[in-house]
């Protein structure tokens, strides 16, 4: 089994940063990892992934060029840089990963195994 435990979330003023960790445990390899959020009322939405070996990343339109993905492979660490945060960036953050190779889009569905989550409050 693979466990996700995410941290670093925070409250935080707008164009304010943050910086989440996920820990990845268990001794299976992981194909990719990814960050997800959803914000009350709202579906989940994807934010960015990364490829475990290339380091490949995708982003969502919303968070490109203010959001950063980046991983430590040896310490099996995924980690979400936020930058020139916005109040519509306030949601629950989750870490998301994947074991066998396939799809690593945006979507839940490519991802079996999800953190608790981490709240992230963005105030105007």
């Known amino acids: 089994q693979v466990q996700l435990v995410e941290s670093g979330g925070g409250s935080v003023q707008a164009v304010g940063s943050l910086r989440l960790s996920c820990t990845a445990s268990g001794s299976y390899s992981l194909y990719c990892m990814g960050w997800f959020r959803q914000a009350p009322g709202k579906q989940r939405e994807g934010v960015a992934r990364i490829y475990s070996g290339s380091g490949n990343t995708l982003y969502a339109d919303s968070v490109k060029g203010r959001f950063t993905v980046s991983q430590d492979n040896s310490k099996k660490m995924l980690y979400l840089e936020m930058n020139t945060l916005k109040p519509e960036d306030t949601a629950t953050y989750y870490c998301?990963?994947?074991?066998?190779?396939?799809?690593?889009?945006?979507?839940?569905?490519?991802?079996?195994?999800w953190g608790q989550g981490t709240q992230v409050t963005v105030s105007s």
């Open positions: 998301a990963a994947r074991r066998g190779a396939g799809w690593c889009r945006l979507l839940g569905s490519d991802f079996g195994y």
